[in-house]
């Protein structure tokens, strides 16, 4: 694992940003077209706001979507869907697909044949991603199931991811935070050619510090990523700032 160490949030955006846009049209040249899984949350507003504005033949990038609330619209102010298109997708002068997570879909289980089966083993060039403050990847709280081999599943958020998102901003109330999503499976993440992680912010840093200098457990799902051939974690100097090494 990479540790990459900016001075802010938006220095942290840009270089997680540049990185990935070398991967995608790098991916389009070799390919002729790149896969790409892309996240929500605080964590990603800066990364998002310099990839949208970088040199990319959109039209060639087919998107995945991370992960989404049970039970949520689209039309809700925390759907991640929402926020994809508001923030990202929707601002694009085109893209090639998007897949989404219906989180409200009537027949979850149908909902997750069809994420499975439009998913499945394709090459995925690029995963933009965060880690939260349980040090969960996606929403693959601990303990994370690290043997899962389906794409997506569906999960119950512990109580201290649920109070991220209310923390957050996201809902008006706990009680309000769904306890259940559907999220990418770790071992769908990890097969991805190169994961770019962005976690700035100090209430990440005990969470950083388990997924750079802890054991590999499933009780911090992140540290997962210390096994992946090519991953970079992108960090502030507040969410660096417990541990033990700040570079690669």
Known sequence: MKISVHPDKQALGAAAAAQGVALINQAIAQFGQANVIIATGAS?????????RAPVDWSKVAFFHLDEYVGLPSSHGASFRRYLHERFLDLLPSYRSF?????????????????????????????????????????????ADFD?????????????????QFGEGWFETIDAVPTKAISM???????????????PDERKARAVQAAVDGPVTNLAPASIVQQHPDATLYLDPASASLLDRTTA
């Open 99 to 143: 897949l989404p997570v219906n989180g409200d879909a009537a027949d979850l289980q149908a909902e997750l044949e069809r994420l499975n089966t439009g998913l499945g083993d394709l090459r995925i060039d690029v995963c933009f991603a965060g880690i939260g403050e349980n040090c969960h990847l996606a929403f693959n709280d601990p303990p």
């Open 44 to 52: 990603q507003f800066e990364m998002l706001e310099h990839l949208r």
């Open 148 to 164: 899962y081999d389906k794409p997506y599943l569906l999960v119950d958020l512990d109580a201290q991811c649920r109070q991220q």
């Open 185 to 199: 499976s770790i071992k769908r993440i990890m097969a991805s050619r190169t994961l770019i992680l962005s976690v």
